[in-house]
C-alpha cells in the first residue's frame, strides 16, 4: 500500500496566518509487474466449470492477436467487395486490435477473461478482465 501526505490550504485567518489540514492518501491499486520484473510472459489455457469459463492469454499471445487483426482489417478492408459490409468488418477487427494491443501493454503476464454461460442461446457473457 503506498501512503502519502497532502498539505491543503483551507481558509485564510484574519491576521493573514494560513490554517492547514493534513490528509492521509492511501492507494490500494495493487501495481503491475513491469517486463523485466516479470519472470513469465503468461500461460494459455482454457478452465471450464459448470457456470462458464476462464481464458488464460499470454502477452505475447496478446500481441500477436493485435497485429493479425489489425493487418486481416486492412485487407478485408480493400478486398470485400461491398462497401457496409467491408467498413463493417474493418472497424470491428480494428477495434479488436487496439483492445489486445492495449492489454498487452498493461500486462505483461497476460490476462484472464472469465465468462459466463448464458442458458438456452448457447453464447456466453464475459464478466470479469484481470491480470495472470
Given at each position: 500500500m503506498v501512503r502519502g501526505e497532502l498539505m491543503m490550504n483551507v481558509r485564510q485567518l484574519e491576521d493573514n496566518k494560513i490554517e492547514t489540514i493534513r490528509y492521509s492518501i492511501q492507494s490500494s491499486t495493487p501495481r503491475l509487474k513491469t517486463l523485466s520484473e516479470s519472470e513469465s510472459r503468461g500461460v494459455n489455457k482454457y478452465v471450464e466449470s459448470?457456470?462458464?469459463?476462464?481464458?488464460?492469454?499470454?502477452?505475447?499471445?496478446?500481441?500477436?492477436?493485435s497485429g493479425g487483426s489489425g493487418f486481416t482489417a486492412t485487407i478485408l478492408g480493400v478486398w470485400v467487395p461491398e462497401p457496409a459490409v467491408s467498413k463493417v468488418l474493418a472497424t470491428c477487427l480494428a477495434f479488436c486490435g487496439m483492445v489486445t494491443g492495449y492489454l498487452a501493454s498493461e500486462y505483461?503476464?497476460?490476462?484472464?477473461?472469465?465468462?459466463v454461460f448464458v442458458p438456452g442461446t448457447g453464447s456466453c457473457i464475459p464478466y470479469n478482465i484481470q491480470s495472470q
Open positions: 459448470w457456470y462458464g469459463f476462464d481464458l488464460w492469454i499470454s502477452n505475447p499471445t496478446l500481441a500477436l492477436i505483461p503476464n497476460g490476462v484472464i477473461i472469465s465468462s
